[in-house]
T-cell receptor, first 111, second 110 residues
Framework: EAQVTQNPRYLITVTGKKLTVTCSQNMNHEYMSWYRQDPGLGLRQIYYSMNVEVTDKGDVPEGYKVSRKEKRNFPLILESPSPNQTSLYFC??????????FGPGTRLTVL | QKEVEQDPGPLSVPEGAIVSLNCTYSNSAFQYFMWYRQYSRKGPELLMYTYSSGNKEDGRFTAQVDKSSKYISLFIRDSQPSDSATYLCAMLGDDYKLSFGAGTTVTVRA
């Protein structure tokens, strides 16, 4: 089944404790992206990647890191999480960037 | 001013009615226009995808893009309770950064 998977689905952590949210797709898509969704603010793009070893900032990259060492994986790293990063995070993949397919989401709470 | 403006609603209609959703945008570089549907606690699901101006129909769904007015629409005919969801417009330009509207919450009453 073609899909985008994210892990973990739910995470509660404390301020400053480094964490990684994994994202994997099995559709051989070139493009992958991370978004956060907050009430009243909608979906905002954090980082995106057009291909392996190529990453670019989205609208809200501060406090986040990404890497794209393999085509199928695009992990999101929070080196020192803060409470304002409490949000619902979505990973997405696409053949070229237009038709994006989203994962199920990761709900992160930073205390 | 946001690049993409979308009325958050909520919008409540009786079953069988036509649902009309729209977004306006300010970035002339947008070329790809999409509508996503998001059920509660789920990821967005691509509904319709249009390149440049024009109309596109898929079953009960019709998407319209008017680049001259910077205005896009989604129409849902013969709406069903299962259409109750949040609908998000999204747009992509040359930089491959996707910009979303805030989403419109739709409830179809049985």
């Amino acid at each position: 089944e073609a899909q985008v998977t994210q892990n973990p689905r739910y995470l509660i952590t404390v301020t400053g404790k480094k964490l990684t949210v994994t994202c994997s797709q099995n559709m051989n898509h070139e493009y992958m992206s991370w978004y956060r969704q907050d009430p009243g603010l909608g979906l905002r793009q954090i980082y995106y990647s057009m291909n392996v070893e190529v990453t670019d900032k989205g609208d809200v990259p501060e406090g986040y890191k990404v890497s794209r060492k393999e085509k199928r994986n695009f992990p999101l790293i929070l080196e020192s999480p803060s409470p304002n990063q409490t949000s619902l995070y979505f990973c997405a993949s696409s053949p070229k960037g237009s038709e994006q397919f989203f994962g199920p989401g990761t709900r992160l709470t930073v205390l | 001013q946001k690049e993409v403006e979308q009325d958050p609603g909520p919008l409540s209609v009786p079953e069988g009615a036509i649902v009309s959703l729209n977004c306006t945008y300010s970035n002339s570089a947008f070329q790809y226009f999409m509508w996503y549907r998001q059920y509660s606690r789920k990821g967005p699901e691509l509904l319709m995808y249009t390149y440049s101006s024009g109309n596109k129909e898929d079953g009960r769904f019709t998407a319209q893009v008017d680049k001259s007015s910077k205005y896009i629409s989604l129409f849902i005919r013969d709406s069903q309770p299962s259409d109750s969801a949040t609908y998000l417009c999204a747009m992509l330009g040359d930089d491959y950064k996707l910009s979303f509207g805030a989403g419109t919450t739709v409830t179809v009453r049985a």
